[in-house]
């Protein structure tokens, strides 16, 4: 049972490929017989199948002598008759009396069967192939491990496993409601569990006449055994058909819906359907690609390969052949103008390396297509009302993509072992990601809950049903297009998921706690560079912490130009609290065309910040927020125009979200603003405002004045913004300056001649 406990609890881990060494790590550690233990952990090349072999003879070894001490010696004397009597029977029982077998062993060689040689080296099995466990040094008729397997299948199961008894992993927080002896039972859907089970109180709230009958197992969770006060036979109905299935009443338990049943009441699809869909040597079933140049594009060739360091090379020459045997690169003889250099990376295990060329000669002289990328912000308004969640990968996905004939010979690389091509789309070229994107795009065209980032695709539902129907869609479509998908990496029907580094559930967005980690654990800044990478980090989970700008202002100083590095206290304290802000950053809620929308801007005398609120019930919760750094041209407004900047930037900044509403609400703290939006002619305004108003026309907003206390999200963003300037606004400045200035200027009698 304990082998069969760590295969369960291995389900719910992300090993992928390192799942059978964890588990026999796991095994080997655990197991109560120190001496096998150790045994083990001596013993080179150590695999999984060898230690559950050894193990299980071990343990059904100890089982038999203890049945033999336990007999009284009537009943062995009656055991010993019947082997006399019943040949056949009496072979089959020796594999399960050890102390007959070795008393056998005393006449016959432990290796081929015959008798014992005088010299073991004389046995004819030493160099022989066994034709059951195919091992060398021994015979079918003496291998052990066909009579360990004889016994265990011989054996009826002694335990049910139930593998989330108390659990409460979010991920797995299935239920459905099923009516039993006239009570609504609502089971966790639990396909760790090896039966279905409920609680003692539960159990009581059932018909009076419910008997209960003895257990015919025992069960045992992660914590250890648990107490079986009995089973019953539940009957029940679901989706309009009838099911009867062995219900099982557990001390201190939730009601579990089991693995078998789950399935039987179609609750859990076996992924074994679709299991074509998994695994490596993809290929998309598309038009290959062809790779475009410039017509002024001069070829590049590398004449030497560079030196690989000497405990590469074996990896190197490995993952060269598995390549070329996948079809992914193809041997090089005849000359070619473009030659490339091969960089061998080793991969975070130590144990393999991925083959990468220096195509960057070559990518300056690709066209590109310009294939427009979907942006997380487009992405995340399409989940609104998603609460069922399935994420895929595609394996290895640039490599399913079939490369043009005339391309290939522009990939080609050198290595010290010959020159190699591409045959597949190489993760180097510069126009690879918006060419998966599209061919991504087109696989799945016109599927509804379908989101798609290069190699990450997204399927979302409101139900369960639709959730599935859409996957199943999706997993068609995919086997008959030909591409592979990643099963270590796919997550199926989840309550939340991982995308895009976000985390996403029905409530909303929230930022990844791994992102956030990396930026927990970011030592302090030593110059303006790591000052830099620290804060590139950051802003990329800005829009989750709406203060974050605020508290990070004495490090954003240390980046102007022209100021000596001092790193002080103010600069410690900055450091300390973005830190502390970011593992209390608050969750957004996905945008909702129907909802009440808000936005709030404001400008201080060195940034702008804005927010966007949406109205859930009684309260205004958070879609995104936004700020930026004032140009130096743009601190020397007036407050009037910096504020009528604020407001204008800020709803350009979510135009996506407020284009095309019937209206919205524009809230700011500089009352003065308000009528200049919503009533005053543009020919009355100041020129600068005037331009921004323009900008602001294709809106249906009504601007509000409210005090600053209530606008403290978009205060305090103004007041801590981005590293981001305005430079656009600056030019547009001067432009209407000089327009302006000229429209002044009187006539001259040339220049009214000329026109």
């Not at 929308?597 to 859930?616: E, I, N, P, R």
């Not at 656009?728 to 429209?743: C, F, K, Q």
Request: with cysteine; hydrophobic share 35%; proline share 5%.
């Amino acid at each position: 049972m304990y082998i069969r406990t760590l295969y369960e609890l291995a389900e719910h881990c992300e090993f992928g490929d390192k799942r059978d060494e964890h588990i026999r790590d796991r095994l080997v550690v655990g197991i109560s017989d120190k001496e096998l233990s150790r045994q083990f952990q001596i013993k080179a090349d150590l695999t999984l199948t060898y230690v559950i072999e050894r193990v299980r003879q071990a343990e059904e070894i100890t089982r038999q002598v203890n049945l033999q001490a336990n007999r009284p010696e009537s009943q062995l004397a009656k055991v010993t008759a019947v082997r006399k009597s019943e040949g056949q029977h009496r072979r089959k029982m020796q594999r399960h009396e050890p102390n007959s077998h070795s008393t056998h062993m005393k006449e016959e060689c432990g290796r081929c069967g015959k008798p014992r040689h005088s010299d073991q080296r004389l046995c004819p099995a030493l160099k022989s192939k066994c034709n059951k466990c195919q091992k060398h040094g021994h015979w079918e008729r003496k291998c052990h491990s066909k009579a360990v397997r004889e016994v265990t299948n011989d054996l009826p199961e002694q335990a049910y496993f139930l593998g989330a008894v108390n659990g409460e992993d979010k991920d797995c927080a299935w239920t459905v409601t099923l009516p039993i002896k006239n009570v609504k039972v609502n089971f966790k859907i639990d396909t760790g569990a090896d039966a279905t089970v409920i609680d003692q109180e539960t159990f009581k709230k059932m018909s009076p006449t419910t008997e209960l009958l003895a257990p015919d197992t025992q069960f045992v969770s992660p914590g250890g055994e648990l107490k079986c006060m009995g089973k019953f036979l539940g009957e029940t109905s679901y989706k309009r058909k009838n099911y009867a299935f062995n219900v099982y009443v557990i001390q201190g338990t939730s009601c579990l819906l089991g693995r078998s049943e789950a399935v039987k009441l179609g609750l859990v699809k076996r992924l074994e359907e679709v299991s074509d869909v998994f695994g490596a040597g993809g290929l998309l079933k598309t038009e290959p690609v062809k790779i475009a140049l410039r017509e002024d594009a001069q070829p590049y060739a590398v004449h030497a390969a560079r030196r690989i360091p000497l405990p590469l090379v074996p990896l190197v020459k490995k993952e060269l052949q598995r390549m070329e045997t996948e079809g992914i690169i193809e041997k090089v003889t005849q000359p070619t103008e473009w030659c490339a250099a091969m960089v061998p990376v080793l991969k975070p295990n130590k144990k393999e390396v991925r083959i990468c060329a220096d195509l960057r000669k070559l990518n300056k002289a690709v066209k590109r297509e310009k294939y427009i990328m979907p942006t997380v912000e487009e992405i995340l308004p399409k989940l609104t009302g998603s609460k069922v969640f399935t994420s895929l990968d595609a394996a290895s996905g640039f490599y399913q993509i079939p490369l043009h004939e005339e391309s290939k010979i522009l990939t080609t690389f050198i290595t010290p072992f010959g020159r190699y091509a591409f045959r597949r789309l190489p993760f180097g070229i510069t126009s690879a990601p918006e060419i998966f994107q599209r061919k991504m795009t087109e696989t799945l065209a016109n599927l509804e809950g379908v989101e798609i980032f290069m190699d990450d695709v997204l399927i979302h539902a409101e139900t369960e049903e639709q959730h599935d129907q859409r996957l199943a869609k999706v997993l068609k479509v995919i086997e008959a297009a030909g591409l592979k998908l990643n099963r270590a990496k796919c997550k199926f029907k989840q309550r939340e998921v991982r995308f895009l580094g976000h985390i996403i559930d029905e409530a909303g967005v929230r930022a990844d706690p791994q992102k956030v980690t990396g930026i927990e654990n970011f030592p302090q800044p030593q110059n303006v560079t790591e000052l830099k990478r620290f804060l590139g980090m950051v802003n990329y989970l800005a829009k989750f912490v709406p203060e974050l700008s605020t508290v990070a202002h004495p490090l954003y100083e240390l980046l102007k130009g022209q100021v000596e590095w001092t790193w002080g206290p103010a600069q410690c304290e900055a450091f300390r609290k973005v830190k502390t802000a970011l593992t209390t950053s608050p969750i957004l809620t996905f945008y909702d065309a129907s909802k009440p929308t808000l936005v709030s801007a404001d400008a201080s005398s060195y940034g702008l910040g804005g927010v966007l609120l949406q109205q859930h019930g009684d309260h205004w919760k958070p879609v995104a927020y936004c700020s930026r750094r004032l140009s130096d041209a743009e601190r020397r407004y007036a407050q009037i125009e910096k504020e009528c900047l604020a407001s204008v930037w800020a709803c350009k900044h979510f135009d996506k979200y407020l284009y095309g509403l019937d209206s919205f609400r524009l809230v700011t703290d500089h009352k003065p603003l308000v009528p200049l939006m919503n009533n005053k002619d543009l020919d009355c305004v100041p020129v600068r405002c005037q331009r921004l108003l323009m900008r602001f026309m294709r809106f249906n907003a009504i601007a509000e004045y409210a005090p600053g206390k209530t606008l403290a999200v978009a205060v305090a963003l103004s007041r801590g913004p981005e590293q981001r300037y305005g430079d656009e606004t600056s030019h547009e400045d001067v432009a209407t300056h000089i327009e302006v200035v000229m429209s002044q200027i009187p006539a001259t009698t040339y220049r009214m001649t000329e026109l």
